[in-house]
């Protein structure tokens, strides 16, 4: 069942009916504000404005949830293209009259290429992991046309470790989460959240230039990276 989305769904609808919680591998559940998804550009920090100004170009929105950045590129007459793997917030897209819209996982997605690809509010998690990571550092680029640039946000999550947790055989930025809504629980599913440095030497050593472009005082930052 599609969690996230149905919650999407009811949020859109004005019949969200109680909290969305969000399980994690690292500590209590946590409540995830939905209305989040929804935020006019007026209410979106500075880091996701800044990333929606670097697009240029025809631009890929991965994970693009209900369509809040693309609708916002769209406005500003970039070529923009919205994919998403849930069929619910697709669905959400369209009504809220985004023109291009594509409903599948972006791993089984080959057929375009773009200047820009973005992937916001910590949208590289669904990589999963390290290998995950390694593994769309290289396959990303074929999507691109020369000169194209990825650019995406991420986090140092290492604040809620205590020194003696570190020692562990998986990366601490490997999480897993799972879905709560009306009592209904979803499948567990892996997300990353990668500390700048970590990034730069994998993107370097994938054959990419990676440029900080943004950092808050939340551990958040924002990236930009150019195949060499």
Not at 20 to 33: A, D, F, K, T
Not at 66 to 75: C, K, M, P, T, Y
Not at 201 to 207: I, P
């Amino acid at each position: 069942m599609d969690i996230y989305g149905t919650a999407l769904m009811d949020q859109y609808r004005g019949k969200l009916q109680g909290k969305v919680w969000l399980h994690n591998s690292y500590g209590h559940p946590e409540e995830m504000p939905i209305d989040i998804f929804f935020r006019p550009e007026a209410d979106m920090p500075d880091l996701e404005i800044t990333a929606l100004n670097l697009c240029k170009g025809k631009t890929l929105d991965i994970g693009a949830g209900v369509g809040s950045h693309a609708l916002i590129l769209e406005s500003r007459a970039i070529d923009v293209t919205a994919l998403e793997i849930s069929k619910k917030a697709c669905e959400i897209m369209k009504n809220r009259g985004l023109k291009k819209i594509i409903n599948t996982d972006i791993m089984q997605f080959h057929t375009e290429k773009y200047d820009t690809i973005i992937l916001l509010m910590n949208g590289i998690g669904l990589c999963g992991d390290i290998t995950g990571l390694r593994y769309f550092l290289n396959y990303i680029k074929d999507l691109l046309m020369p000169g194209g640039q990825l650019v995406f946000d991420s986090s140092d999550i290492a604040y809620l470790y205590k020194p003696d947790e570190f020692i562990s055989s998986n990366y601490f930025g490997e999480i897993s989460y799972q879905y709560e809504y009306q009592n209904i629980k979803g499948n567990w599913f892996k997300w990353l959240y990668v500390d700048f440095n970590t990034l730069k030497v994998l993107a370097e050593k994938s054959g990419w230039e990676c440029e900080m472009i943004y950092e808050d005082d939340m551990d958040q930052y924002l990236v930009r990276l150019i195949a060499n």
